[in-house]
């Protein structure tokens, strides 16, 4: 079965960095885009990257365009986000997602928590 595991997150101060890393199970990696989402306390759930399959064009959302980098290595069955430039807005719980044959898998997520 797809299984998405989210690792990274933490505590952090403003202007700090941190890289997530989320594996990936069950389906061809290789074969199919990757997301990272957030979902601040009280807010609804938000696109911040997508990165295509096998590997070539991304997209990000314009709060963290410039700071933030999705990338993938397919051997590894792993899709990572490099945040730079953290700020407390940055502050909220990040997933990872798959959409594969139509159904979209999430993983469990990982706080991340920009505070001095």
């Known amino acids: 079965q797809v299984q998405l595991v989210e690792s990274g997150g933490g505590l952090v101060q403003p202007g700090g960095s941190l890289t997530l890393s989320c594996a990936a199970s069950?389906?061809?990696?290789?074969?199919?885009?990757m997301s990272w989402y957030r979902q601040a306390l009280g807010k609804e759930r938000e696109l911040v990257a997508f990165i295509t399959s096998p590997g070539g064009a991304t997209n990000y959302a314009d709060s963290v365009k410039g700071r933030f980098f999705i990338s993938r290595d397919n051997p590894k069955n792993t899709v990572y986000l490099q945040m730079n430039s953290l700020k407390p807005e940055d502050t909220a719980v990040y997933y990872c997602?798959?959409?594969?044959?139509?159904?979209?898998?999430w993983g469990q997520g990982t706080q991340v928590t920009v505070s001095s």
């Open positions: 069950g389906f061809t990696f290789s074969s199919y885009a």
């Open positions: 997602k798959a959409v594969v044959i139509r159904a979209a898998y």
